[in-house]
């Protein structure tokens, strides 16, 4: 990986509490090329409280009269108090094809996914008994931690893994977390694009991932003339058939850049927008260009995005014994790793080996386009070839040939 030494630090234009690393040497350097990495943290998540509710008991006609006065000092009293459970998002996982009976029993058991985030809080309850696999690369913590505003990475594990309550989608794989962003101060999980790079080739030379689940991104602009570090790194990991699902990027709306983030972008990863409970596109859902920043015309089955999932008010895992609810393609992001674990787990023959060379990769996301609704043939800027399928794409994949 490059030294960040030559580079400077210059403040993004909508934001100047953002810093952006620009590398001068870099051939084409404009004013404008950009390689922050940034965590695509959801809308500020909103806390769910424990709603206390009181009840009481009404009697029949007969007695209420004689106890009318002392169940109303109970009332008063709040003897009878009742803690109501968090809410859920258990329609998620519905609409993302998780209740299909293709994909019963299975729960990512010996399957390795690495998360790239802000690390992991594990004192939520429903992570009781769970083990994870930590590498910090903020600071020098040997134990589990998340530096991030809302626990984004907490956030983004409890979808997989939380054991109780919301029961994670892919409660078995086995775990590893990077953290290598960090709240900036401002509320915003932020890295440097190298960090975020170095992360990824931890994933993929000392956890041996099968999966890399990466709710994060980047800004790619015109003005980029070379390959940054987050995209050289993510390439290595595909072509060496190890799978990476990333976030397309939430701002999508009327100033939209027309691109989905960086690593997404990479040809061979699996880009992820977000969709809203009835399976509408979520309005800040990033629209991809069927263009490369070289020219090349993007081909089937790597149009990005590739897919949508619900990435709508999602409740998850929050520090301690909290549940929040957020938005964003992060979210989403989490609803495609999730299914890709449940096939692997069903079909390991399309897990990396020594010897893979990518071509199960390109497979799979065949297979996911042709388990959409519409069977493959269309593809929208921002809704990809459709919304996930889990159980449909487990389908398609049981049918592959034999690849590497």
């Not at 490059?2 to 993004?12: F, G, K, M, R």
């Amino acid at each position: 990986m490059s030294s960040l030494d030559s580079v400077e630090l210059l403040p993004e234009p909508d934001d100047d509490r953002i810093l952006s690393a620009i590398d001068p040497s870099a051939v084409g350097f404009q004013d404008d090329w950009r390689a922050d990495v940034t965590g695509w943290a959801p809308a500020m998540p909103t806390p769910i409280n424990r709603v206390r509710r009181k009840t009481f008991l009404i009697t029949n006609g007969i007695f209420f009269a004689i106890f009318a006065v002392l169940l109303l000092w109970i009332w008063q009293s709040g003897i009878l108090l009742v803690e109501l459970p968090p809410a859920k998002s258990e329609w998620a996982a519905d609409q993302a094809g998780f209740s299909d009976s293709s994909l019963d029993g299975l729960t990512g058991e010996g399957v390795r996914v690495c998360i790239v985030d802000t690390g992991i809080d594990l004192s939520n309850p429903a992570f009781n008994g769970i083990q994870v696999t930590f590498k910090d690369m903020i600071g020098d913590s040997s134990k589990p931690v998340d530096y991030g505003s809302s626990a984004h990475g907490t956030l983004m594990a409890g979808l997989l893994i939380a054991q109780s309550h919301q029961i994670g989608m892919a409660k078995g794989i086995d775990l590893g977390i990077v953290a290598a962003l960090s709240d900036d101060g401002t509320g915003k999980n932020t890295a440097d694009e190298t960090i975020v790079a170095q992360a990824i080739n931890w994933c993929i030379e000392e956890f041996f991932a099968d999966i890399i689940s990466l709710s994060l991104g980047g800004s790619q602009t015109d003005g980029m003339q070379r390959e940054g570090p987050s995209v050289s790194v993510t390439r290595k990991a595909v072509d060496r058939g190890i799978f990476v699902v990333a976030a397309a990027g939430n701002d999508g709306g009327p100033n939209d850049d027309g691109k989905v983030s960086v690593p997404s972008n990479v040809a061979r990863a699996i880009s992820v927008g977000a969709s809203t409970k009835g399976g509408t596109v979520w309005e800040n859902s990033s629209v991809g260009s069927q263009v490369t920043l070289d020219g090349t015309e993007r081909q089937h089955p790597n149009m990005k995005p590739e897919v949508i999932a619900p990435g709508h008010m999602i409740v998850s895992t929050g520090r301690g014994d909290t549940w929040y609810s957020s938005s964003g393609t992060s979210d989403a992001t989490v609803f495609v790793t999730a299914a890709l674990a449940l096939i692997l787990e069903d079909q390991p023959r399309v897990k990396p080996a020594i010897d893979s060379d990518g071509s199960c990769v390109d497979m799979v996301k065949e297979a996911l386009r042709l388990s959409s609704s519409g069977g493959g043939e269309l593809h929208s800027d921002k809704t990809g070839y459709g919304e996930l399928n889990a159980g449909s794409w487990l389908e398609q994949v049981r049918g592959l040939p034999t690849c590497q």
